[in-house]
């Protein structure tokens, strides 16, 4: 009764917003789209939208199609890649997910020796998702997510490859950098420069700052790493960062760091996998690759 083309027709109507910009998108006319999806309704008993004004809005039958389509489309479309790769002589794809932005620096260390044991295997890097990591993963729409802050699910394996300390980054010159660890009561006067994430997915806020019940003074957003830790240098900010990665940056800039807390604040990268997908060879080998290179 539910075709794929019931399926792609509801998903592209609610990325596009409108039926004329779904249907160039799916190389249909308009008419053949209402067509179709009148005939759906038809058979069902049940609208699938509503209008309200000039927009259509799916009704409860039409966001339960919507969901099915977000979790069986890319599924389908993936085997359909892979297939295809088949066809070409090629092995698959590991689409790679990043959920956080050091994460993406750290990934470099391990993309090249990966890409020359497996030149058969399509590499893609992803670093924006609709439904956050863990639904990219559990929809197909990539294959391996990388993160510091694992969510336990049935269908997916986590395997910790990487162990670091969070700390607090600040100008050579800096009244802190001298001191071996910070108190949150230290920031209360400082500017706090992060990367564009949410405050309950920070470490220097949940692990540190909130507890403690303390707010920095200001609290700016700044996306590229090495701009952040050029103010940073400057003496116009803080920040908190991966050790390992400041380590790489202080060779050129004039920072210092320090723990955040007397016991610090340590973390672990993540890799995750669908558990279904643990046996496939290219796959495996990725995480076995970040393991072995870490030890």
């Not at 794929?4 to 998108?25: D, N, P, W, Y």
């Not at 199609?65 to 698959?92: F, I, K, M, S």
């Not at 004039?254 to 995750?272: D, M, T």
């Amino acid at each position: 009764m539910i075709e794929r083309i019931h399926l792609a027709i509801v998903r592209e109507v609610e990325r596009q917003g409108s039926l004329t910009a779904a249907a160039q998108r799916l190389c249909l006319t308009q008419s053949a789209l209402s067509h179709t999806m009148r005939k759906l309704e038809q058979r069902v008993g049940t609208p699938v939208w509503r209008r309200e004004g000039k927009r259509l809005v799916l009704t409860q039958a039409g966001q339960a199609l919507l969901a099915v389509a977000q979790r069986v489309l890319p599924q389908l479309e993936l085997a359909e890649e892979r297939l295809q790769q088949y066809a070409r002589g090629e092995r698959g794809t590991l689409r790679i997910g990043m959920e956080c932005h050091p994460c993406f620096l750290w990934l470099h260390r391990h993309l090249g020796p990966y890409l020359a044991r497996w030149p058969d295997v399509d590499v893609d890097v992803r670093q924006r998702f609709q439904f956050g990591g863990m639904g990219a993963l559990l929809a197909h729409d990539i294959d391996v997510l990388v993160t510091p802050d694992p969510l336990l699910h049935a269908q997916v394996h986590f395997e910790p490859v990487f162990d670091y300390e969070q700390v607090l980054v600040v100008s050579a010159a800096h009244r802190l950098a001298a001191q071996s660890w910070a108190q949150p009561e230290d920031l209360a006067g400082e500017t706090l420069l992060t990367y564009p994430v949410s405050t309950d997915r920070l470490d220097v806020y949940t692990r540190f700052l909130t507890p403690a019940g303390v707010l920095p003074l200001r609290h700016k957003t700044v996306e590229n790493t090495e701009v952040l830790l050029q103010m940073v240098a400057a003496g116009r900010a803080v920040t908190a960062m991966p050790a390992w990665l400041v380590q790489e940056y202080a060779q050129r800039l004039p920072l210092a760091w320090l723990r955040l807390g007397q016991q610090g604040v340590f973390k672990q990268i993540h890799l995750g996998v669908r558990r279904l997908d643990r046996g496939v060879d290219y796959v495996a080998d990725f995480l076995r690759q970040c393991r072995a290179a870490e030890a």
